[in-house]
């Protein structure tokens, strides 16, 4: 008899759950990556081309309380393409790849690279500060 297991399973089972990243790994991808338009206090101000950086201490707030982890995976690893000018928000993908681990995108267990993952988890976790 043989099982066929579903991809996302199959993709789920290769992930690496013993060392989730942690906020504090995600803080040095930011202060390596974003503090140039969002600053070191991650509170943007920085005019980029005819727009202005975005404060990411507020990205729940502007949600009605909730963070959109799957946008803002989209936003930053580039998915969300179209929406603004190069200028303004470079595609981030190809720096933030790595071995994936299981992230919870809309109640879905979904891989994602490592670097990618702990970037999310520091934004989340500077939420109302």
């Known amino acids: 008899m043989r099982i066929v297991l579903p991809m996302a399973l199959l993709a789920l089972a290769a992930c690496n759950t013993d060392a989730m990243p ?7 991808l930011f202060a390596e990556n974003c503090t140039a338009c ?9 005019k980029v081309g005819n727009r202005t950086a ?10 009605g309380g909730s963070f959109p982890r799957a ?7 580039g998915y969300g393409k179209g929406k603004l000018p190069v200028e303004q928000m470079p595609e981030f993908g190809a720096l933030l790849s790595g071995e994936p681990v299981p992230v919870e995108v809309n ?21 109302g500060r």
């Open 22 to 28: 942690e906020p504090d790994e995600g803080a040095m």
């Open 38 to 46: 969002h600053g070191a206090d991650a509170r943007g101000g920085v």
């Open 54 to 63: 975005p404060d990411l201490t507020r990205i729940s707030a502007r949600n």
């Open 71 to 77: 946008r803002v995976m989209s936003q930053i690893d």
């Open 107 to 127: 109640g879905v267990m979904t891989p994602t690279p490592r670097s990618l993952a702990a970037l999310l988890f520091y934004l989340e976790s500077i939420q």
